[in-house]
């Protein structure tokens, strides 16, 4: 038989007090005014119950729904912590490296620029004394004599006496220069006839322009005749040159020396040298060992010895206009 009541254990319960009960329930179930009575007493807290129980479920409900009353206060937004930060630092980093690298091979770079122009340099002096020392050592006097004397003649008019070399041939014609005080007293008479002299060899000459300030005159010869070359650019100190003419009448002499200065008067230009020259060497080239001509013997210091001076040979072409052209 099922008992309609549904058993609680009291707060001072435990097992014991649970069996205690149920034989109460046994005695009382024989009489019927104590099951009465009992039943009475256990339906009055299933009518207590609901009040009992509807208070923790209403402070449920209140403690539940407290919360929606109150003021919402939204959260602090959280700083987000960008992903791509450490990607932008260590690009920034890397381009600092980069460029502190770039920095420091370029700096080296032109450290070792300025290292080789430094030896490229000192090359360039070593080679240019090493020029110089050879050219010093084969400067051929002998050599250079035996190429320019050929083209070098002894001029005579009237009474005096000079010398003039060839600078350019055409046409079965050469062209000679010569100083000209050389030729002014024959030109001065008005006279235009000189003559070539060079051992057994007599060619008549021509004046056919001349110079007075400057102290050139050119004569045009009906005869070729080796040419001597000209050179170009301008002397320098030092440098070695060999002097062709006819001191004193004596043809075919040359004595050499260098080239002391290259200075400037109130005639122009003009190149100082050493070689010993002597009245008759007028109008003789200056030769260097090219066998070219740098100048034109004119004149030496009174009462000193070593100065001679000449006039530089583009002063000569570009005055009288026959160099190259005949």
């Not at 046994?26 to 104590?34: T, V």
């Not at 992903?83 to 080296?108: H, Y």
């Not at 002299?197 to 021509?206: C, F, H, Q």
Request: charged share 20%; glycine share 8%; hydrophobic share 35%.
């Amino acid at each position: 038989m099922s008992s309609p009541f549904e058993p609680f254990t009291p707060a001072n319960g435990g097992r014991r007090a649970q069996e205690w009960n149920w034989q109460e329930e046994q005695y009382q179930a024989q009489d019927p005014w104590a099951q009465q009575q009992q039943q009475y007493q256990y339906q009055q807290p299933q009518y207590q119950q609901p009040v009992y129980d509807s208070y923790p479920q209403q402070q449920q409900y209140q403690q539940y729904q407290q919360p929606s009353q109150l003021a919402y206060t939204p959260p602090e937004p959280r700083e987000r912590r960008s992903k791509f930060k450490p990607v932008l630092f260590g690009l920034i980093t890397a381009l600092v490296l980069v460029s502190g690298w770039q920095a420091f091979r370029v700096e080296t770079i032109i450290q070792n620029n300025n290292d080789i122009a430094e030896v490229v340099s000192s090359s360039q002096d070593r080679v240019e004394k090493l020029e110089k020392q050879q050219t010093s050592a084969n400067f051929d006097s002998e050599g250079i004599a035996e190429d320019v004397l050929p083209s070098v003649f002894r001029v005579r008019a009237g009474e005096f006496t000079g010398t003039a070399f060839a600078v350019s041939e055409a046409n079965g014609r050469t062209s000679l220069f010569t100083n000209f005080h050389v030729v002014e007293e024959t030109f001065g008479d008005g006279e235009r006839q000189v003559t070539l002299e060079r051992g057994n060899t007599r060619i008549n000459a021509t004046i056919v322009k001349v110079d007075q300030d400057k102290d050139l005159a050119l004569l045009r010869a009906n005869r070729e005749i080796k040419a001597l070359g000209i050179a170009a650019g301008d002397v320098k100190s030092g440098q070695q040159v060999l002097v062709a003419g006819a001191p004193l009448g004596l043809e075919d002499s040359v004595t050499t020396g260098v080239i002391s200065a290259l200075r400037t008067t109130e005639d122009g230009p003009t190149i100082q040298f050493d070689a010993p020259i002597n009245p008759g060497n007028s109008g003789g080239p200056v030769v260097n060992s090219s066998r070219q001509v740098v100048g034109i013997a004119t004149a030496k210091a009174r009462d000193a010895e070593g100065i001679g001076l000449a006039i530089p040979i583009e002063v000569a072409c570009e005055t009288l206009g026959a160099c190259g052209n005949g």
